[in-house]
């Protein structure tokens, strides 16, 4: 089955920097959009960046010009690189997978999901 396992993420100071990494397993070949969302809490899970097959990245206008997607398809794994970080930036960071190249920041039409990995960070 497809499982998506997050590492990284943790504590930093304002400014910082973070990077967090998804290792996909399962996910047949083909089509697909990968991303990542957060959640505060209180708060609804918001996309952040994702990007497809096509390794077309498209990324929220809270973390344009500071955050990061990429890919690396031969080691199945996704990373988002998060570069002067606020403190509005900590949540819970989820890594989720779609088929089809047809990415979106709508949660609900994502497949699969990890467990999610905490940032916090402090002014």
């Known amino acids: 089955q497809v499982q998506l396992v997050e590492s990284g993420g943790g504590s930093a100071q304002a400014g910082g920097s973070l990077g967090l990494s998804c290792t996909v397993s399962?996910?047949?070949?083909?089509?697909?959009?990968m991303g990542w969302f957060r959640q505060a809490p209180g708060y609804e899970r918001e996309g952040v960046a994702n990007i497809n097959s096509d390794g077309k990245a498209t990324y929220a206008d809270s973390v344009k010009g500071r955050f990061t997607i990429s890919q690396d398809n031969a080691k199945n794994t996704l990373y988002l690189q998060m570069n002067s970080l606020k403190p509005a930036d900590s949540a819970m960071y989820y890594c989720?997978?779609?088929?089809?190249?047809?990415?979106?920041?709508?949660?609900?039409?994502?497949?699969?999901w990890g467990q999610g990995t905490q940032v916090t960070v402090s002014s």
């Open positions: 399962g996910f047949t070949h083909g089509t697909y959009c």
């Open positions: 989720a997978a779609k088929r089809g190249w047809v990415c979106s920041f709508l949660s609900n039409l994502f497949e699969y």
